[in-house]
Nanobody, 126 residues
Framework: QVQLVESGGGSVQAGGALRLSCAVS????????MGWFRQPPGKEREGVAS????????DYTDSVKGRFTISQDNAKSTLYLQMNSLKPEDTAMYYC???????????????????WGQGTQVTVSS
């Protein structure tokens, strides 16, 4: 049984930084995409960043490019999201997700992901 458990959320002031972690347990194919998604209050869930675990291709939504970095530690089966220069509009519940893929590209659509964590709250105050 695959489980994803996020940690590292919290409350910070604008301009601050947080590092989210996602611990993965259970078997998932090595050819998989891992992603971070977020859902602000009253809004739809959106893709933030993704990484292909074998090709290590990364992709980011425009609003976080240059501020957020997605990375992975395969030995520890852990996914990370380093978030710098945080803004109030980054406030959301952040989710880690995973899905098996056959190609080398990753989708930014939540519907493309099969496994999800419970989420960790990030609150950025101005």
């Amino acid at each position: 049984q695959v489980q994803l458990v996020e940690s590292g959320g919290g409350s910070v002031q604008a301009g601050g930084a947080l590092r989210l972690s996602c611990a993965v347990s259970g078997y998932i194919s090595k050819s998989r995409c891992m992603g971070w998604f977020r859902q602000p209050p009253g809004k739809e869930r959106e893709g933030v960043a993704s990484i292909h675990t074998t090709g290590e291709t990364t992709d980011y939504t425009d609003s976080v490019k240059g501020r957020f970095t997605i990375s992975q530690d395969n030995a520890k089966s852990t996914l990370y999201l380093q978030m710098n220069s945080l803004k109030p509009e980054d406030t959301a519940m952040y989710y880690c997700a995973a899905t098996v893929v056959s190609g080398t590209g990753c989708s930014g659509s939540p519907g493309a992901y099969s496994y999800w964590g419970q989420g960790t709250q990030v609150t950025v105050s101005s």
